[in-house]
């Protein structure tokens, strides 16, 4: 079976095809090949151009496309025009080491491209850009940058929000940047639902830039990405909305807290000193000795964080350890008897802790 969805499994079915056409078998991983190897397919497509006066079957027409033999490949394009589900294996060859079988592949391309569906440009698209790097895929790289650049901003929106290949969506992205094709909103609704972390960053920093806070940061600060959330408490600083940022100082993400105990000085406020007082508090939150140990001093919160390693809740007490370990005021002593207790969290902390003193 072929993921279609991967731009390498293309060209591994390239590499495959005609590895098992000059070892005489076919390549064990693609099943379909079955029954279709040996010399008579092989001599039947010597004669491609004379011999195949209908349609060829998707199997067929792959096989000749990847064939060894640059004749079979120049003579299997033809077949292929107005054939979607081979256009990525058309891409593979306008990357071709013979240049009548890429000039071909070239043109059926040009023809394609800018009539084909979203679908079959988001399994092409990665196949075309993946092969950039080869000695002659850049007139293919530089022919679909055309498109989108030129094209209808859809067809941008459709890679970008519906590819599953991450640089396809990366240069999507630079592309719609670069159009303008969207708002703030747009792009933190970008930032906030992809998975790449470089589409993550771009998109969060201009949407920040977008200067559109109202819309955009409560987008971002909803993101489960912490870099995405980053971003959003950065656009509550541009609207002056800092005390907005306090809840974000005990955030899951390192880069996340970071950026409020930022926004928040920003503000005229103090984190340190929210810190102190949330982990004072009978029911303080998760991360707050954690967010004290990153902005604190030793001599002043250190006690503080000791006295929450025996706190109830599991959380807490962890965070009390990782706060102490950040501060370098961790005691051998009680970290060794905190390797016994039940949270396994804390038991993680407690052995980083005392891994200086490790022998």
């Known amino acids: ?77 033809p077949y292929a025009a107005g054939r979607p589900e081979v256009l990525p294996l058309v891409a593979v060859r306008a990357a071709d080491w013979v240049r009548p079988v890429r000039a071909r592949a070239l043109a059926l391309l040009r023809e394609a491209l800018p009539a084909a569906s979203h679908e079959t440009l988001a399994v092409t698209a990665p196949v075309i850009l993946r092969l950039g790097g080869r000695l002659r895929g850049g007139d293919a790289v530089e022919l679909l940058d055309g498109l989108l650049r030129d094209g209808p901003p859809a067809r941008v929106t459709a890679l970008l929000l519906g590819c599953r290949d991450a640089a396809t969506r990366r240069a999507a992205l630079g592309v719609a940047l670069d159009r303008k094709l969207y708002d703030g909103l747009g792009l933190a609704l970008v930032a906030a639902g992809d998975h790449d972390p470089l589409v993550q960053e771009r998109a969060a920093s201009a949407a920040v830039a977008a200067g559109e806070p109202d819309a955009t940061a409560p987008v971002l600060l909803g993101s489960r990405f912490g870099r995405v959330r980053a971003a959003g408490v950065t656009a509550l600083r541009g609207a002056g909305r800092h005390a907005e940022a306090e809840p974000y100082l005990h955030d899951r993400s390192g880069r996340t807290r970071a950026c409020a105990r930022w926004v928040v000085r920003q503000g005229g406020g103090d984190p340190v000193a929210l810190y102190r007082a949330a982990c004072a508090a009978p029911d303080p939150p998760a991360r707050a000795p954690l967010g004290l140990g990153e902005c604190g001093t030793r001599s002043a919160d250190a006690p503080l964080l000791r006295e929450l390693t025996g706190h109830p809740e599991g959380p807490v007490r962890a965070s009390a350890v990782a706060g102490l370990r950040l501060l370098d005021a961790v005691e051998p002593a009680r970290m060794k008897a905190l390797l016994d207790d039940p949270e396994p969290a804390v038991v993680r902390e407690a052995r980083r802790a005392l891994r200086p003193w490790s022998v």
């Not at 070892?23 to 693609?30: E, F, I, K, L, T």
């Not at 279709?36 to 497509?45: E, F, Q």
């Not at 096989?63 to 120049?74: F, H, K, Y």
């Open 1 to 77: 079976m072929l993921d279609v969805t991967r731009p390498k499994a293309w060209a591994h079915l390239d590499e495959d095809v005609r590895q098992a056409v000059r070892h005489g078998a076919p390549a064990p991983s693609h099943g379909w090949l079955t029954g279709v190897h040996g010399p008579g397919w092989r001599g039947a497509w010597d004669r491609a151009a004379d011999r195949m006066r209908e349609e060829p079957a998707e199997a067929r027409l792959a096989l000749a496309l990847c064939d060894p033999d640059g004749r079979i490949r120049q003579a299997a394009l």
